[in-house]
């Protein structure tokens, strides 16, 4: 019923930055609560990196990625961004979108299918 589309993973450079977009595809009317990113490197457990209330407008970020990393939404679109600056090899983790919120007066949440950023030189 919901998908969440991915894009803007790749290669860079240590020092430069990229930029990741979510996009929902939804065919039922989907009450989004909330909506973010999580990272996952090998061997090493799922871990937030930084998400939004679409309610409230708070947002939360992962201690490593504060200062350096930027979430935003379009609410029209039902789109989230992930702004990604001075980008460091421990950031090399494959990123997954992740939403929830309501569809059909149940509470769901959903993950997209993931994308490779890798910061190398």
């Known amino acids: 019923q919901v998908q969440l589309v991915e894009s803007g993973g790749g290669l860079v450079q240590p020092g430069g930055s990229l930029r990741l977009s979510c996009a929902t595809d939804s065919r039922t009317l989907f009450s989004i609560n909330a909506m973010g990113w999580y990272r996952q490197a090998p061997g090493l457990q799922r871990e937030l990196v930084a998400s939004?209330?679409?309610?409230?407008?708070?947002?939360d970020y992962g201690d490593s990625v504060k200062g350096r990393f930027t979430i935003s939404t379009d609410t029209a679109k039902n789109t989230v961004y992930l702004q990604m600056n001075s980008l460091k090899p421990e950031d090399t983790a494959v990123y997954y979108c992740?939403?929830?919120?309501?569809?059909?007066?149940?509470?769901?949440?959903?993950w997209g299918q993931g994308t490779q950023v890798t910061v190398s030189s």
């Open positions: 992740h939403a929830d919120g309501v569809v059909l007066g149940t509470w769901r949440d959903y």
């Open positions: 939004v209330n679409t309610m409230s407008g708070r947002t």
